[in-house]
């Protein structure tokens, strides 16, 4: 009942803005935000998330977010992106984002880069951190994409090594986004959502069945899911909202 009434809240916002974006036929690896563009709906809504967040920090230190969604498709990466460059020119502060979609790693698409290494090539103790973490072309956010290939993600999230490397990172960056892989049919969600502050779950209008989405909650720890970011509410109204 709690997700139907958060579902409806957020879609009703959705619904009275629609006239806002009639023209937006932005294709979807285009509709991140780009640095210095600031004075829109779009953007004011990732910086209410990034505010909310950032909020969290009280006597304890909530800084390592993990992104996911209850399958692919639903707009976890973008979010991801657009959280991360929010926060990055908002706070002033080191932000480092993580493709943790080990199987299917599509942050490089968004800001046009590559990188010899990646988490991967950590994990596998192929390289330190410091040769793996590039900086984008954005002020004060840096990447550590996915690397690879690699046959089992699962094995390498599972490794005592990967828990040590995001501790390793805490101390080096004010807030850590992971990119994380679908909730379903995977299990790295459920390591990774030991190991982080926080989980956001991005659900995609009138697109997840709404027993997809309890069933992905269950799996969860649920005392580290912090709320869920609706998407796509409306075909033309490709956007995201908090």
Do not use: W
Not at 30 to 56: F, P
Not at 116 to 125: A, F, P, R
Not at 165 to 176: A, N, Q, S
């Amino acid at each position: 009942m709690v997700i139907k009434r958060v579902i409806e809240r957020v879609k009703e916002k959705v619904e009275n803005l629609q006239d806002a974006f009639k023209k937006d036929v932005i294709p979807p690896v285009e509709k991140a935000l780009l640095s210095g563009n600031v004075q829109t709906i779009i953007t004011e809504q990732y910086r209410l998330l990034r505010s909310r967040l950032s909020g969290l920090n009280g006597n304890h230190a909530s800084n390592v977010f993990a992104v996911t969604s209850t399958r692919k498709g639903e707009g976890k990466s973008l979010t991801s992106v657009n959280l991360a460059i929010v926060m990055a020119e908002d706070t002033k502060k080191k932000v480092l984002l993580i493709d943790g979609d080990m199987r299917k790693p599509s942050i490089h698409t968004f800001f046009n880069c590559k990188s010899e290494y990646g988490l991967v090539d950590i994990l596998s103790n192929k390289v330190d951190i410091e040769t793996a973490v590039i900086h984008s072309k954005i002020k004060n956010l840096s990447l550590l994409l996915a690397g690879g290939p690699v046959e089992s993600p699962s094995d390498l999230v599972a490794t005592a090594l990967f828990k040590e490397i995001i501790e390793k990172l805490r101390k080096r960056f004010d807030y850590i986004i992971i990119d994380s892989p679908p909730i379903i049919p995977f299990a790295d969600m459920n390591i990774i959502g030991d190991i982080v502050d926080g989980i956001l779950l991005v659900v995609r209008a009138e697109r997840t069945p709404k027993d997809m989405v309890i069933e992905a909650l269950k799996s969860l720890n649920k005392e580290n899911v912090l709320g869920v970011v609706l998407n796509d509410s409306k075909k033309r109204l490709s956007k995201f909202y908090y």
